[in-house]
């Protein structure tokens, strides 16, 4: 009697013993992409800012979408920008960004960045919004079909925000192309390669 009733229990035990797998930790699965991208926690601004440049090393558009605002991103384009393409950002919200980013990265391009003039000094992050000044990035896009090399050099003001736990950019504002440090020659903004994709 005293068997019959201890059968289930021993059972049990049994049981949990041999499947263990499914308490087990596993790892996390890669991005649907088939690309794993080991991006910073978006714990600061600059976290933040630096994940987009892994994004763009990696083609990983994920990793872009992460890292732009959840709620209301804005993108302002710089003047040139806005003359080579009426009428194409107005408008430009969350929807808009990541349909260019998805469009870009699947136009078969190889990207170099950075993000950040070596020298740019990093504001601390306060408060639940930070505004970074005069941020100038450079950003160099080779067709893989024809070998042709764009580069994308700006400045630009992006504001960060915080929601929830995390931070992210809320606005980019570009305002005006920058010189090649080495040829002197004045480069387009991101500006106009959201506006060649957008347009298309």
Not at 74 to 95: K, M
Not at 102 to 115: C, K, L, P, R, W
Not at 146 to 160: E, L, P, Q
């Amino acid at each position: 009697m005293l068997l019959k009733r201890r059968f289930p229990l021993v059972w049990l035990v049994v049981l949990l013993s041999t499947a263990g797998c499914f308490f087990e930790p596993r790892e996390a699965a890669a991005p649907a992409t088939g690309t794993s991208v080991p991006y910073f926690d978006k714990i600061s601004s600059a976290n933040v800012w630096a994940n987009l440049e892994k994004s763009l090393a990696a083609t990983h558009a994920p990793g872009w979408e992460d890292n732009i605002s959840q709620n209301a991103f804005i993108y302002i384009p710089d003047t040139d920008a806005e003359t080579q393409f009426p009428g194409v950002f107005v408008g430009w919200d969350r929807a808009r960004e990541v349909a260019f980013i998805n469009n870009f990265y699947n136009s078969d391009v190889t990207i170099t960045a950075q993000m950040v003039d070596d020298d740019f000094v990093i504001p601390p992050d306060t408060g639940t919004e930070i505004e970074w000044e005069n941020v100038i990035y450079d950003v160099t896009v080779t067709s893989n079909a024809d070998n042709s090399v764009t580069r994308y050099r700006g400045s630009a003001i992006i504001t960060f925000r915080l929601e929830g736990n995390f931070w992210y950019i809320y606005q980019w504002r570009d305002q005006q192309g920058e010189s090649d440090p080495t040829t002197g020659q004045l480069l387009p903004t991101m500006g106009v390669l959201r506006g060649t994709f957008a347009s298309k």
